[in-house]
């Protein structure tokens, strides 16, 4: 089963947590071959990677975060797997947010919903994102 978005309780459990101390999000992503888009989209039939639409993904969401203070903070090219099937994840990095304000800001921004969110919907296979307090 793949996961692309959060599920309620998940998303409810993330909200319930204090919003005023800083956060990591770690992001573990597995991207499709070939980008998804919907017929409609102006990016639809030009044949984008997976790759492709996450690298525009990725420069949209830090460009809406970073006047809040946001930044990604850890983002190593991957040599091997020791442990656990190769191939799993093609993206691995670690975003830092003030605060989880931030982060709940960036989702309901109209800039990521309508221009950003679109190439992680197109692009993204299977995901993890995990909190941690720090």
Request: include cysteine; proline fraction near 7%.
């Amino acid at each position: 089963m793949a996961h692309i978005d959060p599920s309620r309780e998940n998303w409810q459990r993330f909200k319930d947590l204090p919003r005023d101390t800083p956060i990591q999000m770690l992001n573990l992503i597995k991207l499709r071959a070939l980008a998804e888009y919907p017929a409609d989209h102006s990016d639809h039939a030009k044949g984008l990677s997976g790759a492709e639409a996450y690298a525009i993904y990725k420069e949209g969401f830090q460009r809406v975060v970073a006047q809040d203070g946001a930044a990604m903070i850890w983002h190593p090219p991957m040599d091997c797997v020791v442990i656990g099937p190769q191939g799993e994840w093609d993206e691995i990095f670690v975003m830092g947010y003030p605060n989880s304000a931030t982060f709940l800001k960036m989702v309901k921004n109209e800039e990521y919903i309508r221009d950003v969110v679109p190439h992680r919907t197109a692009a993204v296979a299977d995901s993890r994102l995990i909190r941690f307090s720090g």
